[in-house]
């Protein structure tokens, strides 16, 4: 049984769990809307083609901003340096199979996602993956189920379901030491969260500390796109709040 001060650390664990894994469409949302390499990111490397939307849906704007301007003093004096350290002790192919064990993992969430949104083939593939590339693939350290067998991975989550019955994005939202987000997706990282096996390990394996791992893990590959994206626009703030709206116009499919 849990000591007082294990509970505590448990429960800092999970909200920590909350916030690092919105990284990826946070700070790293220039990884799931633009186009950018995986290498060191340079002025070029990145486009910056942003289109205006007046009709934003912005209630929270001031306490935003004020988030906002907390999160790039975050990234700038500890996001990024670590993450650069980190890219240059880990090997990019060490890099490349951690990033697959994660995803392998994750294969429930995909799953039950695909099986809200009623597509039985998505299912079968996400089956058909966990199967090969938990067993040959060594726990999903390689991909012989892409590469071999030609299964592509087909990764959805609740906040695509939701898209999915028509849920709109409901407001624009930045999370502290995260960066954009919206009411559907914060929604879908909590609902997420809790179809991920690793969440109902044994507590004595850490399984908040892992999960922190896997989305530290995430955002190291776009931390510098951050960088280079902030220093080409005049109004940071719009620019990225721009930016997180035209990836969502853009995967919008429904």
């Known amino acids: 049984m849990f000591s007082f001060s294990d509970r505590t650390l448990r429960a800092l664990s999970i909200l920590i769990i909350l916030l690092m ?3 990826q469409i946070g700070c790293a949302t220039t990884a799931k809307k633009v186009d950018t390499k995986q290498e060191s990111a340079t002025d070029d490397d990145i486009p910056v083609t942003v289109v205006s939307y007046p009709d934003y849906n912005d209630p929270l704007i001031h306490i935003n901003r ?18 650069k350290a980190y890219l240059k002790v880990v090997p990019k192919s060490v890099h490349e199979a951690i990033s697959r064990f994660f995803a392998n993992i994750k294969t429930p969430v995909y799953f039950f996602n695909h099986l809200v949104q009623l597509k039985p083939r998505a299912m079968g593939t996400d ?3 966990f199967g090969i590339n938990s067993t040959i693939g060594v726990l999903g350290l390689f991909d012989p189920a892409g590469s071999e067998f030609k299964i592509q991975k087909d990764e959805t ?3 695509d379901t939701l ?3 028509g849920a709109g994005y409901g407001f624009y939202i930045v999370l502290p030491l995260l960066g954009p987000s919206d009411v559907r997706d914060s929604l879908s ?3 997420d969260h809790y179809l991920n096996p690793i969440t109902y390990l044994d507590a004595s394996m850490y399984p908040a500390y892992i999960q922190v791992y896997d989305s530290f893990h995430e955002y190291t590959l776009t931390a510098e796109d951050y960088e ?20 969502v116009q853009r995967n919008a499919d429904y």
């Open 189 to 191: 990282l909590a609902v």
């Open 228 to 247: 280079v994206l902030y220093k080409k626009t005049d109004e940071p703030y719009i620019f990225f709040r721009n930016l997180y709206l035209q990836g």
């Open 127 to 129: 089956l058909a993956r």
């Open 66 to 83: 004020a988030v906002f301007m907390f999160n790039h003093a975050a990234n700038v004096s500890l996001l990024i340096p670590v993450s």
């Open 21 to 23: 894994f919105c990284v």
């Open 157 to 159: 989550s609740f906040e």
């Open 163 to 165: 898209a999915h019955y």
